[in-house]
């Protein structure tokens, strides 16, 4: 595709259920990113993966949190018994390769409320 | 931890004037920094980008300066218009990590 996208666009939930935020990264990318932005914060890092595998998981705040690529394009971020303070824009981005020196194209985000 | 940070959370500009939006870093092995624009609604844009070898770089209307002394970037932006109202992000690249910083919102003032 053109450019990535993410869906849905907007999520809204109660407290306590289960989400699946999905992005399509670009064609041909093999690096992939899962950001999360508060109101009024820059993206903070959750996961990259680098084809299929996790290669940094280190940002995601706790085991609630879970992302896969089975297939090394499109990528599902899950949140299981999401809370309120989950509340927030959740961000994809793709790059050509690897690694934090290669420009990263993002989505528009996937808005989830939690209520 | 290191950090990205800005130095001004606000910035409002005149139509038509030059602005600069400033940055500072702390993690000396950063190599690879890039200045992203953020409108309302919208996913982070790529403006433009700079490695650590180079102190200047320009675009269309913008130019990136990177000072690696006082770890410092700026991003200037030529003849200000309206549709550059928006927040707008350093990140440092280092490794396999990417860091960005809390962004500066500029408004373009008729």
């Known amino acids: 595709g053109a450019g990535v996208s993410q869906t849905p666009s907007n999520k809204v939930t109660e407290k306590g259920k289960y989400v699946e935020l999905r992005c399509d990264p670009i064609?041909?990318?093999?690096?992939l990113y899962w950001y999360r932005q508060s109101l009024g914060q820059g993206p903070e890092f959750l996961i990259y993966?680098?084809?299929?595998?996790?290669?940094?998981d280190s940002g995601l705040p706790n085991d609630r949190f879970f992302a896969v690529r089975p297939e090394g394009s499109v990528s599902t971020l899950k949140i299981q018994r999401t809370e309120r303070g989950d509340s927030a824009v959740y961000l994809c981005?793709?790059?050509?390769?690897?690694?934090?020196?290669?420009?990263?194209?993002f989505g528009p985000g996937t808005r989830l409320l939690v209520l | 931890g290191e950090s990205v940070g800005l130095h001004l959370p606000t910035l409002s500009v005149q139509e038509g004037d030059n602005s600069i939006i400033n940055c500072a870093y702390s993690?000396?092995?950063?190599?690879?920094f890039i200045w992203y624009k953020q409108e309302s609604g919208k996913g982070p844009q790529f403006i433009i980008d700079i490695r650590s070898n180079m102190d200047k770089r320009q675009g269309q209307r913008v130019t990136v300066l990177l000072n690696k002394t006082v770890k410092h970037l700026s991003l200037q932006i030529a003849a200000t218009q309206p549709g550059d109202s928006a927040v707008y992000f350093c990140?440092?690249?280092?490794?396999?990590?990417?860091?960005f910083g809390p962004g500066t919102r500029l408004s373009v003032l008729p």
């Open positions: 990140a440092e690249g280092f490794g396999q990590n990417f860091v």
């Open positions: 064609s041909g990318h093999t690096a």
């Open positions: 993966f680098q084809g299929t595998g996790a290669a940094d």
């Open positions: 993690n000396s092995a950063s190599d690879y």
């Open positions: 981005a793709s790059s050509l390769n690897r690694g934090g020196r290669e420009t990263q194209y």
